[in-house]
C-alpha cells in the first residue's frame, strides 16, 4: 500500500536517513520506536511530503509520489496527526475540523459539520464543539486533532508522538481513541512513531527499531521486545520499562 525504497534525507551535510526500504500493508499498525534523533518524526514527514526526500522513492498504491503529485488529495489519504496539535488557536473546534475538507471541495460544508459532530459524539466532545483549543486540555486538544485528520476519511494515518505532550492521565484517552479507530475500521492502517513503548508492543501489529537513520531490526511485537537480536535494540530496551 505504502512503500519506501532506499530513502533519505539530509539536513544540509546531516545526513538523518540513511537509505530506508520499508513496505507498509494495508490494515497493518506499524510502530516505530528508537532514541531520540535517530529520524522516526523525520521518516514520517517524509512519507506525508512535509518533508522532501533528498533521493529514493515513495510509492502508495502502486503511483510514485513527488513534485507532481496532487500532495491535497495525497494528504487526504494519508492523514498525519502532530505532537502539537496544530489546531488553529482563533477558530472553534468545530471550525477547526471542517475547514479542510470544506475548503479542499471533499466535502460540503453541511456534510462535514455532520461528520464533525458524529466524531465529536464518539469522544464525548459534542459540547465542546463551539470552544476554542486554549479552552480544551491537551489530552482534549488532541482527540480533537485526530478527529480533524478521520474527517477526511483517511486510508492511512501517521501518528507522530501523539502522546508526547500530554499530561500522564490525558495518554490513555488518545490511545484508546486510537484504539477505537482501529476497531470502527479495521482496514485503517496507522503508522505511530511514540516513547510509548506498552502501547507500541500492545498495540501494533509490526514494529521497526530505527537508529542512526537506519532500519536496525523489523518484526512482530514479540520478536522485537521479547527476542531482540541487534545489540543496539537490546540496549535501547535495556533502558526503558515494558511489562
Not at 37 to 57: A, F, I, M, V
Given at each position: 500500500?505504502?512503500?519506501?525504497?532506499?530513502?533519505?534525507k539530509?539536513?544540509?551535510s546531516r545526513?538523518v536517513?540513511?537509505?530506508?526500504?520499508?513496505?507498509?500493508?494495508k490494515?497493518?499498525?506499524?510502530?516505530?520506536i528508537?532514541?531520540s534523533?535517530?529520524?522516526?518524526s523525520?521518516?514520517l514527514?517524509?512519507l506525508?511530503?512535509?518533508?522532501?526526500?533528498s533521493?529514493g522513492?515513495?510509492?502508495?498504491?502502486?503511483?510514485?509520489?513527488?513534485?507532481n503529485?496532487?500532495?491535497?488529495?495525497?494528504?487526504?489519504?494519508?492523514?498525519?496527526v502532530?505532537?502539537?496539535?496544530?489546531?488553529?488557536?482563533?477558530l472553534?473546534?468545530?471550525e477547526?475540523?471542517?475547514?479542510?475538507?470544506?475548503?479542499?471541495?471533499?466535502?460540503?460544508?453541511?456534510?462535514?459539520?455532520?461528520a464533525?459532530k458524529r466524531?465529536?459524539?464518539?469522544?464525548?466532545l459534542l459540547?465542546?464543539?463551539?470552544?476554542?483549543?486554549?479552552?480544551l486540555?491537551?489530552?482534549?486538544?488532541?482527540?480533537?486533532?485526530?478527529?480533524r485528520t478521520?474527517?477526511?476519511?483517511p486510508?492511512v494515518?501517521?501518528?507522530?508522538?501523539p502522546?508526547?505532550?500530554?499530561?500522564?492521565?490525558m495518554?490513555g484517552?488518545?490511545?484508546k481513541?486510537?484504539?477505537?479507530?482501529k476497531e470502527?475500521?479495521f482496514?485503517?492502517?496507522?503508522?505511530?512513531?511514540?516513547h510509548?513503548m506498552?502501547?507500541?508492543?500492545?498495540?501494533?501489529t509490526?514494529?521497526?527499531?530505527?537508529?542512526?537513520?537506519?532500519?536496525?531490526?523489523?518484526?512482530?511485537?514479540?520478536?522485537?521486545f521479547?527476542?531482540p537480536?541487534?545489540?543496539?535494540?537490546?540496549?535501547?530496551?535495556?533502558?526503558?520499562?515494558?511489562?
Amino acid at each position: 500500500m505504502l512503500e519506501v525504497k532506499n530513502l533519505k534525507k539530509s539536513f544540509g551535510s546531516r545526513k538523518v536517513l540513511k537509505g530506508i526500504d520499508l513496505d507498509i500493508k494495508k490494515g497493518e499498525v506499524l510502530g516505530i520506536i528508537g532514541p531520540s534523533g535517530c529520524g522516526k518524526s523525520t521518516l514520517l514527514r517524509c512519507l506525508n511530503l512535509l518533508e522532501k526526500p533528498s533521493d529514493g522513492q515513495i510509492i502508495y498504491n502502486d503511483e510514485v509520489i513527488n513534485e507532481n503529485t496532487d500532495l491535497g488529495k495525497y494528504r487526504q489519504e494519508v492523514g498525519m496527526v502532530f505532537q502539537q496539535f496544530n489546531l488553529f488557536p482563533h477558530l472553534t473546534v468545530m471550525e477547526n475540523i471542517t475547514l479542510a475538507p470544506v475548503k479542499l471541495n471533499i466535502l460540503t460544508e453541511d456534510e462535514a459539520t455532520k461528520a464533525a459532530k458524529r466524531y465529536l459524539k464518539k469522544i464525548d466532545l459534542l459540547d465542546k464543539a463551539d470552544s476554542y483549543p486554549n479552552e480544551l486540555s491537551g489530552g482534549q486538544k488532541q482527540r480533537v486533532a485526530i478527529c480533524r485528520t478521520l474527517v477526511m476519511n483517511p486510508k492511512v494515518i501517521l501518528f507522530d508522538e501523539p502522546t508526547s505532550a500530554l499530561d500522564p492521565e490525558m495518554i490513555g484517552e488518545v490511545t484508546k481513541l486510537m484504539r477505537d479507530i482501529k476497531e470502527i475500521d479495521f482496514n485503517m492502517t496507522m503508522v505511530i512513531v511514540s516513547h510509548e513503548m506498552n502501547f507500541i508492543k500492545d498495540f501494533c501489529t509490526r514494529v521497526i527499531f530505527l537508529d542512526e537513520g537506519k532500519i536496525i531490526e523489523d518484526g512482530t511485537p514479540k520478536q522485537i521486545f521479547d527476542h531482540p537480536n541487534d545489540e543496539k535494540l537490546q540496549r535501547f530496551l535495556s533502558k526503558i520499562n515494558t511489562r
